[in-house]
């Protein structure tokens, strides 16, 4: 594997901080805690989301574009974690804002809210 520059990841305050697919790994497991997601799926979305932010052809990327990528592929994944990530991500107020986004997952299927 070619050794590539760091990829750095702008924070909404400003900061920059190198991007650490560990980080995302953890927060990733978070979400999908007691969910039927193995370590290999979830090393396949961080190695997917590097490679989307890799592929945008810039040394920085706001925190903003990790985390968009992430509930793109979340919501593939896992609808239980891509509302548990976006939760936190959108930093939702009540549950209105929950309510907007599980909409938004629209597919219809029940996977979202039971019964």
């Known amino acids: 594997r070619v050794e590539m520059a760091a990829l750095m990841v702008v ?3 400003g900061r920059r901080q190198e991007f650490d697919p560990a980080k995302l790994r953890q ?4 979400a999908l805690t007691k969910r039927p997601v193995g ?20 040394s920085e990327v706001p925190s903003t574009a990790i985390g968009e990528a992430v509930l793109k592929r979340l919501k593939d994944l ?3 974690a ?3 990530f976006a939760s936190v991500y959108r930093e939702f107020a009540d549950l209105e804002d929950l309510r907007r986004e599980m909409e938004g997952l629209g597919d219809g299927s029940g996977d979202v ?3």
């Open 82 to 84: 891509y509302i548990r």
């Open 113 to 115: 809210v039971p019964g």
């Open 27 to 30: 927060k990733l497991r978070v």
């Open 11 to 13: 924070k909404k305050d």
């Open 78 to 80: 896992d609808h239980v």
């Open 39 to 58: 370590e290999q799926a979830i090393d396949e979305l961080v190695a997917g989301v590097e490679s989307d932010l890799l592929a945008l052809g810039t």
